[in-house]
């Protein structure tokens, strides 16, 4: 515990306005004292501000001339009034919760804290670190660029510079991914991150899978997984990007997309052999990126939305998954851009902000459904 008194950090809890001292300098001279009764009632067992910031491992700000304080303890705090010896008081803990409590008091000029107010704040915060250590984490970061050696996605031409050169999906999509990876990695050092296939290689959709379920994960942890692909159309005027949330697994190849809006029975079928994924967090992901689609190109490139909501089953996720379609391979303009390096950069921080956006929410949530059902 620091002993040495005043930190200037520490001042942005209160408004500035107030005149701020840090009490517990001076208070730490003062040693354990036995408790006067106060007017011949009993008063119960009270420790010195010393004795009381030990205990919590905390530190008061406090403030004299309303007799109130803040009291920090791993990054929890109380705010309290102090009040006259045996009253009670309401104490604000991480500006939600009102305590009831007995409430501190000054006496001879310094602080006493009642016992069972010491006591009460120690089980919440303890409480609350207890939480946070069981809050869902994303433990590691799957980036799948789609397709690759035999298998080149779709395909199409671009005129540059007055040649025709080839438009291949599994370039494009590796290329976007290997950026995104080098900034996941970058941001999150504590994570793990795995890129599915870093050259021309054809990993299998079960190689794929196998790597992401192989990543060992604690009771409280959870894995991401972005597959990125390009699209085509035989409508050359078709363009624009869109995000799927999907299966780890690929179930989205099994029954085609398209003809999920036609055929509502096999999509509730489909639903019903899934087991963990079309999550509230792969639609959260989804909405995280396509929003950062919008910033990154408005007019430019046309948002298709988000797609298979129509799938959308609420369970208990570890692996919330979305697949990323940058633009259209058949069309000029969707294909220059993917082609074009600066633009294969905007591709990758978009999905970039997006996942970040999305990762802190999840984190700060604890899991957006785990907190749901609370
Ligand atoms: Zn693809």
Sequence with gaps: MNNSGRRRGAATFLPAALA????????????????KPAGGRTTEATLSLGEAMKRLDGELLWDPMFQSGIITSNKHQAVFQAGAAGDSALI??????????????????????????????????????????????????????????????????????????????????????????????????GKRLILTRSGDTYPS?????????????????AVIFISIHANSSFNKHASGYEVWYLSPDYRRDVIDPGKAGEAKEVVS???????????????????????????????????????????????????????????FVSNEKDAALMMDTGGRKRFADAIYNGIVEFVDRFEKSGGFTEVAGR
């Design 205 to 221: 959709l079960e190689d794929r899978v196998a790597k992401a379920h192989s990543i060992p994960l604690k009771e409280n942890e």
């Design 92 to 189: 604000l803990y991480d500006n939600k919760t009102l305590l009831n409590l007995p409430s501190p008091y000054t006496e001879n000029g310094q602080l006493r804290f009642p016992e069972t107010f010491i006591a009460a704040l120690q089980s919440s915060i303890e409480e609350s670190v207890e939480r946070e250590a069981s809050r869902l984490q994303i433990a590691a970061i799957v980036v799948d660029p789609g397709h690759g050696g035999k298998d080149s996605g779709a395909t199409g031409s671009l005129n540059v510079k007055g040649k025709r050169v080839k438009v291949l999906e599994k370039d494009i999509v590796l290329e976007v991914s290997k950026a995104l990876f080098e900034q996941l990695k970058k941001k999150y050092p």
């Design 269 to 327: 079928i489909y639903n019903d052999m899934l087991e963990e994924q079309f999550t509230t967090e792969s639609v959260l992901m989804a909405q995280s990126i396509i929003k950062q689609f919008d910033a990154a190109f408005g007019k430019e490139l046309p948002s298709r939305g988000i797609k298979a909501e129509e799938w959308f089953v609420v369970r208990k996720a570890r692996m919330p998954s979305v697949l990323v379609e940058l633009g």
């Design 20 to 35: 701020l001292l840090l009490a517990y300098g001076a208070a730490a001279a003062d040693t354990a004292q036995t408790p």
